[in-house]
């Protein structure tokens, strides 16, 4: 694994963010924002949408969401990343293959199976690999929903919508709102987005929020390839 460092600084302009290699001597992203403060959440996504991610093991109680301030630089902070690329074609295409098998269990009804098959891999996982379990569940949401409304899944745009007209963030529980957004996003080609969701329940306060929003993406899915299944039990 790189040992890669990201710096937030204050600027007269606001704040840049640089990702650093492992002898910090090569910048590898430079981005400024016109901030009037620092914010360690925002700078977390803006690492996202750019290809890093903040360790997991960065975020601990002395921590805000993984940044330190860095001692003897005012208004400088700085946090382990790594790269949110990189798996090989082969482990990509492994991934795709357990998604086809956890899809499938549960679209039978074998529910327990599909959440083995997504915790085998979610303990092996890397950050990156995860996205790709994310991203890859979607997919497949994608094209059921777009058979199911008779749609072109690359041309049609979705939105969330509730049936009293209430604002989804309000009811419901947050593992229902990423599957919901992330699949949304996906359809729409919206890939900051995707990235965002996946960077907002890795860095969460909750450590096993990741996992409940995938169990719940893998259950949207099949539940949406169920659905677009003629010979389906529905």
Not at 101 to 108: F, P, Q
Not at 159 to 177: K, N, V
Request: with cysteine.
């Amino acid at each position: 694994m790189k040992h890669l460092t990201a710096t937030c600084t204050g600027t007269p302009e606001g704040y840049r963010i640089r990702v650093l290699d492992e002898d910090h001597d090569v910048c590898l992203v430079q981005l400024v924002f016109d901030w009037d403060s620092f914010r360690p959440a925002s700078a977390g996504h803006r690492l996202i949408e750019h290809g890093y991610m903040i360790r997991s093991d960065a975020r601990t109680p002395d921590a805000v969401n993984g940044w330190r301030e860095v001692p003897g630089q005012p208004r400088t902070w700085s946090v382990p990343v790594i790269p949110t690329s990189g798996d090989t074609p082969d482990t990509q295409a492994m991934v795709a293959e357990r998604l086809v098998k956890a899809v499938s269990h549960w679209t039978e009804g074998r529910h327990d199976q599909a959440q083995e098959v997504l915790a085998d891999l979610a303990r092996s996982g890397t950050p990156s690999l995860l996205f790709g379990v994310a991203t890859g569940l979607a997919f497949m949401a994608k094209e059921a929903l777009a058979k199911m409304q008779g749609l072109d899944a690359d041309t049609a745009s979705w939105i969330i919508l509730t049936t009293d007209g209430s604002r989804p963030e309000e009811i419901l529980p947050e593992p229902h709102l990423f599957a919901a957004r992330f699949i949304t996003a996906l359809i729409n080609g919206d890939t900051a987005t995707t990235l965002a969701l996946y960077g907002a329940a890795f860095t969460a306060p909750d450590p096993e929020l990741l996992s409940h929003c995938l169990e719940m993406l893998l259950a949207t899915t099949g539940e949406a390839v169920r659905a677009a299944t003629p010979e389906a039990d529905r």
